[in-house]
């Protein structure tokens, strides 16, 4: 309190210049006001101011007495001033009232007394326009109990304003919570008839310009507001939910009339933004649909759904939207994660809406680039290409198909955009068909350049998609190109425009039809098909026209095509001319045609086949007679060494075999490995071919370059009958190989039960090296079974090899134990010769000193001698020790046995000066 007072000395220490119309007051003594103040000698400073005149003066700054206690906050003096008729209105030079500059002073109490004391000086506005209320109100809460009471709240300004209008014009949303509570009047109306409400409703721009007018709707207010009457309703009935026509909430409501501030206070103060109306669209559809963006955006910084669904399925990105800010919407919701490629119930999406709704291309690019599915089809099969084909919207077609559109996706009518832009406009098309897309096929394999010629596209359609096309020759599922489908139709200019692209004449389809063969059925087409390019034309064979000429027998287009410069030499990349073709029709017409044509009957292909052989292979016998009638050569050999006849014989075609050899054809050529008809015949165990080669002299002696003839072959084939049909004509069964396989040999590693039939009856039958087969299953070391299975048939035993080997003889050097012992049984002689030195199998025997095969020996032989008359006890004499002849005395071998001189063993014993041996042998 002091600091005020001494505050305001010092002010008045500035003296006082009274201030009347007429008459200035006296100046107060300084000193004596400033030591009264001082000394609190209140009463003696008022007395000073005895005069209205006096109490109104102004010093240099334009303030008045109460001006300065009021900043110094001394309520008394001011409450004293102002009864003294001090004008609290008056301003100083700054536009300051006292209340003004008490509030600016921080002197509550001075202001409290000044406002209880005139309540219309609180209009009052400073130099800066700021309302005394106003200016105490954002100073301090404490002025809210000051400023509001109910004497102020019956004040008004000059335009009869009562503070809670003015609360609604500063938007302060306290005052009209506190005016509300005291009840102050509410309704009252300004000189401009308009209610605090009805001014709230003339600015509702924010949160708190809502606020004060639900405030003021809860506080009492009078509603009538048309406009508002939703919000009225809502906060008056206290639920913000509550329903109104077609089951619209306020947000709904709000949202279509953009209501934005209303929206935000709604959504702060929870109302559902989820409610959905009888049409299941929420607040957010509707707010999209009429095209309110900062409701959009409120609605879903609140976590409104933004892939909510109405009943007809859409979200709020599918609803129609004010074209001027689709962009704009689309952007905002996209960034809210709308879902692009979401399906209403007929099965669009934002992007079939969009275009159909003629958006500008800037507007469908955001949902293309943003993921929405270019090639989504609805329920009948439309996709968003569809639509803007129908619609003409060429900017859009062209963007969508840029961005992968499928141009020839079919809708339920069977109609595909492909389809459509060719009804359309050349520009359409344009926008549709690109360089990208061009070589597209549909489900049936075709490209837009099939698609427009099977739609009879105009030529200048069907250029422009040429113009485009690499490749002019792609076909579709039924395998016709566009050049077949041109020829189909006789379109002239195209098929001459494709044929400029290269187009393949040849191409054929599932059919086998081709646009080369209707142009050689038909004349007409021939007439532009052919040139002086395609007559040159190969296939990627390497054939040419004539040669399909030939092949399908068109005998007029082959005279006609060589009169026309067509090459009758020309050879595809197997090396045939057309005679090759002609030769496989089996159409004698045709093979003389193209000779007499200039086609040379010797031709070789490649492979050194010639057309007989052509022929053969492909059953064509009627070719073959008319070929040898030409003087064909029917045993003429290709680089595999094979004739015609022994292609027939492989390919089991047994009438052209008799044919070819009745026409002269040697079944004794082999080819390169020496493999002749009649091995190829057995290989492919034909019987009937192997008979009528036999018939006609095939030689079954004749070997191949591995030594191998047709006996082999029959062996290694295993029939029976081929076996015997072979062997009755001569063939060898111990003819041998280069690796010495017999057909003996090898049915006996094979198939044993057949080597009777492969010997026959032929017991001294052996090889070149004079191997029986005894020897030969010995030397091979095959079963003792094998072995006596032979003996069993009746076939020798002890015959000698050229090296004067028996079997037993080898079985003993070689020690062959079991089979020894099966040929010593089967009486084998052990004695026989090997040669001139006198080796046997005993001697063998002995001077390895094997006694086990001494023990066979003695065993099964003991008995039997040489030519000479020595037995086994005569050659040990000579040769033997005193163990082995001990051994084979103890085998109960006779020493009494003399030989055909005479002498036993002893004998020989002591003639060979052997005394310990005679020892042994003497006959006591």
Same mark, same amino acid.
């Given at each position: 309190?002091t600091?005020?007072?001494?505050?305001?000395v010092?002010i008045l220490?500035?003296g006082?210049v009274?201030?009347?119309?007429s008459?200035?007051a006296?100046?107060?003594?300084?000193?004596?006001?400033f030591k009264?103040l001082?000394?609190?000698?209140?009463d003696e400073?008022?007395?000073?101011f005895?005069y209205a005149?006096d109490?109104?003066g102004?010093d240099?700054?334009?303030n008045?007495?109460?001006?300065l206690a009021?900043?110094?906050?001394?309520?008394?003096?001011t409450?004293y001033?102002?009864i003294?008729g001090?004008? *609290?209105e008056l301003?100083?030079y700054n536009?300051d009232t006292?209340?003004s500059?008490?509030i600016?002073?921080?002197?509550?109490?001075?202001a409290e007394t000044?406002?209880?004391?005139?309540?219309?000086?609180?209009?009052a506005?400073?130099?800066?326009g700021q309302?005394?209320?106003d200016?105490?109100?954002?100073?301090?809460?404490?002025?809210?109990?000051?400023?509001?009471n109910?004497?102020t709240g019956?004040?008004?300004?000059?335009d009869?304003?009562?503070?809670?209008?003015?609360?609604?014009m500063?938007k302060n949303?306290?005052g009209?919570?506190?005016?509300?509570?005291?009840?102050?009047?509410?309704?009252q109306k300004?000189?401009?008839?308009k209610?605090?409400l009805e001014?709230?409703y003339l600015?509702?721009t924010?949160?708190?310009?809502?606020?004060c007018?639900a405030d003021?709707?809860l506080?009492g207010?009078?509603?009538?507001?048309?406009?508002?009457a939703y919000f009225?309703?809502a906060?008056s009935?206290r639920?913000?939910?509550e329903?109104?026509?077609?089951?619209?909430?306020?947000l709904h409501?709000a949202?279509?009339?953009?209501?934005v @501030?209303?929206?935000?206070?709604?959504?702060?103060n929870?109302a559902?933004?989820?409610a959905?109306?009888?049409?299941?669209a929420? *607040?957010?559809?509707?707010?999209?649909r009429?095209g309110?963006?900062d409701?959009?955006?409120a609605?879903?910084?609140?976590?409104a759904n933004?892939n909510?669904?109405?009943?007809l399925?859409?979200t709020?990105?599918?609803?129609?939207?004010p074209k001027?800010?689709t962009q704009?919407i689309?952007t905002?919701l996209?960034s809210y994660? @709308?879902?692009l490629n979401?399906k209403d119930?007929?099965g669009?999406t934002v992007?079939?809406?969009?275009i159909m709704?003629?958006?500008?291309?800037?507007v469908?690019?955001i949902?293309?680039?943003?993921?929405?599915?270019?090639n989504?089809?609805?329920?009948e099969?439309?996709?968003?290409?569809?639509?803007?084909?129908q619609?003409?919207q060429?900017?859009?077609?062209?963007l969508l198909t840029?961005n992968g559109?499928n141009?020839?996706t079919?809708?339920?009518k069977?109609?595909?955009?492909?389809a459509?832009a060719?009804e359309?406009?050349?520009?359409?098309?344009e926008?549709?068909?690109?360089q990208?897309?061009?070589?597209?096929?549909d489900s049936d394999?075709?490209t837009?350049l099939?698609?427009?010629?099977l739609?009879d596209?105009?030529?200048?359609?069907?250029?422009?998609i040429?113009?485009?096309?690499?490749?002019?020759?792609?076909r579709n599922?039924?395998?016709?190109?566009a050049?077949?489908?041109a020829v189909?139709?006789?379109?002239?200019?195209?098929?001459e425009?494709?044929?400029?692209?290269? @187009?393949d004449?040849?191409?054929?389809n599932?059919?086998n039809?081709s646009?080369?063969r209707?142009?050689?059925?038909?004349p007409?087409?021939?007439?532009?098909?052919i040139?002086s390019?395609t007559?040159r034309?190969t296939d990627g064979?390497g054939?040419?026209v004539?040669?399909?000429?030939a092949?399908?027998q068109?005998?007029?287009?082959?005279?006609?095509l060589?009169?026309?410069?067509?090459?009758?030499s020309?050879?595809?990349?197997s090396?045939e001319n057309c005679?090759?073709?002609?030769a496989?029709t089996n159409n *004698?017409a045709?093979?003389?045609?193209?000779v007499?044509?200039g086609?040379?009957?010797?031709?070789r292909?490649?492979?050194g086949?010639?057309?007989?052989h052509?022929a053969?292979r492909?059953?064509?016998?009627?070719?073959i007679?008319k070929?040898?009638l030409?003087?064909?050569?029917v045993? @003429?050999?290709n680089?595999s060494?094979k004739t015609?006849?022994?292609?027939?014989?492989?390919?089991g075609?047994?009438l052209?075999v008799?044919?070819l050899?009745e026409s002269?054809a040697?079944?004794?050529?082999g080819?390169?490995?020496?493999?002749?008809p009649l091995?190829?015949?057995?290989r492919i165990?034909?019987k009937d071919?192997?008979k009528?080669l036999?018939?006609h002299?095939a030689?079954p002696?004749?070997?191949?370059?591995n030594?191998?003839?047709?006996?082999?072959?029959a062996a290694?084939?295993?029939d029976k009958?081929?076996?015997?049909?072979?062997?009755n004509v001569?063939?060898?069964?111990?003819?041998r190989?280069?690796?010495?396989?017999?057909?003996?040999?090898?049915?006996?590693?094979?198939?044993?039960a057949?080597?009777?039939d492969?010997l026959g009856n032929?017991?001294t039958?052996?090889?070149?090296?004079?191997n029986?087969?005894?020897?030969?299953?010995?030397k091979?070391r095959?079963s003792?079974?094998?072995?006596?299975?032979?003996?069993?048939?009746?076939?020798?035993?002890d015959?000698?090899?050229s090296?004067?080997y028996t079997?037993l003889?080898?079985?003993?050097?070689?020690?062959?134990?079991?089979t020894?012992?099966v040929?010593?049984?089967?009486?084998?002689d *052990?004695?026989l010769m090997?040669?001139?030195?006198?080796?046997?199998?005993?001697t063998i025997?002995?001077?390895?000193?094997?006694?086990k095969?001494l023990?066979t020996i003695?065993?099964?032989a003991g008995t039997?001698c040489?030519?000479q008359g020595?037995t086994?006890?005569?050659y040990?004499?000579k040769?033997s020790?005193?163990?082995?002849?001990?051994l084979l005395?103890s085998?109960?071998?006779?020493k009494?046995i003399?030989n055909i001189?005479g002498?036993?063993?002893?004998d020989?014993?002591?003639?060979?000066?052997?005394p310990?041996?005679?020892n042994?042998l003497?006959?006591?």
């Amino acid at each position: 309190m002091t600091k005020k007072i001494l505050f305001a000395v010092s002010i008045l220490c500035f003296g006082f210049v009274a201030c009347t119309t007429s008459q200035v007051a006296p100046k107060a003594d300084k000193d004596s006001i400033f030591k009264l103040l001082k000394q609190n000698k209140y009463d003696e400073v008022r007395s000073r101011f005895q005069y209205a005149d006096d109490i109104n003066g102004v010093d240099e700054e334009g303030n008045t007495v109460l001006h300065l206690a009021a900043a110094a906050n001394e309520a008394d003096l001011t409450l004293y001033l102002l009864i003294k008729g001090a004008d *609290p209105e008056l301003k100083n030079y700054n536009g300051d009232t006292p209340l003004s500059l008490a509030i600016k002073s921080g002197a509550v109490e001075s202001a409290e007394t000044i406002v209880n004391q005139n309540q219309d000086c609180i209009f009052a506005r400073d130099g800066n326009g700021q309302m005394a209320l106003d200016l105490a109100l954002n100073t301090s809460p404490a002025y809210y109990g000051i400023m509001i009471n109910e004497k102020t709240g019956a004040a008004k300004d000059s335009d009869d304003n009562t503070i809670v209008h003015h609360f609604v014009m500063s938007k302060n949303v306290r005052g009209i919570e506190v005016a509300t509570a005291l009840k102050l009047p509410i309704d009252q109306k300004n000189a401009a008839g308009k209610t605090p409400l009805e001014l709230a409703y003339l600015n509702l721009t924010d949160d708190d310009s809502v606020t004060c007018a639900a405030d003021l709707i809860l506080g009492g207010a009078e509603t009538n507001n048309e406009e508002y009457a939703y919000f009225e309703t809502a906060v008056s009935d206290r639920n913000l939910d509550e329903r109104f026509d077609d089951g619209q909430t306020p947000l709904h409501i709000a949202a279509i009339q953009n209501h934005v @501030a209303i929206e935000k206070y709604l959504l702060v103060n929870d109302a559902d933004n989820s409610a959905q109306d009888s049409s299941g669209a929420s *607040p957010l559809h509707e707010a999209v649909r009429y095209g309110n963006l900062d409701i959009i955006k409120a609605l879903l910084d609140s976590g409104a759904n933004v892939n909510s669904k109405d009943n007809l399925g859409k979200t709020p990105i599918m609803v129609i939207t004010p074209k001027d800010r689709t962009q704009e919407i689309y952007t905002l919701l996209i960034s809210y994660r @709308a879902d692009l490629n979401e399906k209403d119930m007929f099965g669009d999406t934002v992007l079939h809406n969009a275009i159909m709704v003629n958006s500008d291309v800037e507007v469908v690019s955001i949902l293309t680039n943003n993921g929405a599915d270019v090639n989504v089809r609805n329920k009948e099969g439309v996709t968003p290409l569809h639509i803007a084909v129908q619609k003409d919207q060429v900017g859009t077609a062209h963007l969508l198909t840029e961005n992968g559109a499928n141009i020839h996706t079919m809708d339920a009518k069977g109609k595909s955009p492909l389809a459509l832009a060719l009804e359309g406009s050349q520009a359409m098309l344009e926008a549709v068909v690109t360089q990208k897309n061009a070589m597209t096929q549909d489900s049936d394999g075709n490209t837009p350049l099939h698609v427009a010629l099977l739609k009879d596209a105009p030529l200048s359609k069907v250029q422009y998609i040429v113009s485009l096309t690499d490749n002019v020759n792609l076909r579709n599922r039924d395998g016709n190109s566009a050049l077949f489908l041109a020829v189909i139709k006789n379109r002239q200019k195209v098929g001459e425009l494709l044929l400029a692209k290269n @187009a393949d004449i040849f191409s054929t389809n599932t059919n086998n039809n081709s646009p080369l063969r209707l142009a050689l059925r038909y004349p007409k087409i021939q007439e532009w098909l052919i040139t002086s390019k395609t007559i040159r034309a190969t296939d990627g064979s390497g054939n040419t026209v004539l040669h399909y000429a030939a092949e399908w027998q068109f005998t007029d287009s082959v005279k006609s095509l060589t009169s026309k410069g067509a090459d009758i030499s020309a050879t595809n990349s197997s090396g045939e001319n057309c005679l090759f073709s002609a030769a496989r029709t089996n159409n *004698p017409a045709v093979v003389q045609v193209v000779v007499d044509c200039g086609a040379d009957i010797y031709d070789r292909d490649n492979l050194g086949s010639t057309p007989v052989h052509v022929a053969v292979r492909w059953d064509a016998p009627d070719s073959i007679d008319k070929l040898v009638l030409l003087g064909a050569n029917v045993n @003429a050999q290709n680089s595999s060494g094979k004739t015609p006849l022994a292609e027939a014989v492989v390919s089991g075609k047994y009438l052209i075999v008799r044919k070819l050899l009745e026409s002269g054809a040697n079944p004794n050529v082999g080819d390169t490995n020496g493999v002749t008809p009649l091995i190829d015949a057995i290989r492919i165990n034909n019987k009937d071919m192997v008979k009528l080669l036999l018939v006609h002299n095939a030689n079954p002696n004749l070997q191949q370059v591995n030594g191998q003839n047709a006996f082999h072959e029959a062996a290694i084939l295993g029939d029976k009958e081929i076996i015997t049909l072979i062997r009755n004509v001569g063939g060898n069964p111990l003819a041998r190989d280069k690796k010495d396989n017999t057909p003996f040999s090898i049915v006996m590693n094979t198939n044993p039960a057949l080597i009777r039939d492969v010997l026959g009856n032929s017991y001294t039958i052996t090889d070149s090296d004079g191997n029986s087969p005894i020897n030969i299953v010995v030397k091979s070391r095959k079963s003792v079974a094998l072995l006596q299975t032979l003996i069993d048939y009746g076939y020798p035993i002890d015959t000698k090899d050229s090296d004067g080997y028996t079997a037993l003889n080898y079985a003993i050097e070689h020690k062959y134990y079991n089979t020894a012992t099966v040929l010593l049984q089967n009486g084998a002689d *052990p004695f026989l010769m090997i040669d001139k030195k006198g080796r046997n199998g005993v001697t063998i025997a002995l001077e390895s000193k094997d006694t086990k095969i001494l023990n066979t020996i003695a065993k099964y032989a003991g008995t039997l001698c040489d030519i000479q008359g020595n037995t086994i006890l005569h050659y040990a004499a000579k040769t033997s020790d005193e163990e082995i002849v001990k051994l084979l005395i103890s085998y109960g071998l006779d020493k009494k046995i003399a030989n055909i001189s005479g002498d036993t063993p002893y004998d020989l014993a002591v003639r060979w000066k052997r005394p310990e041996i005679a020892n042994i042998l003497d006959i006591e």
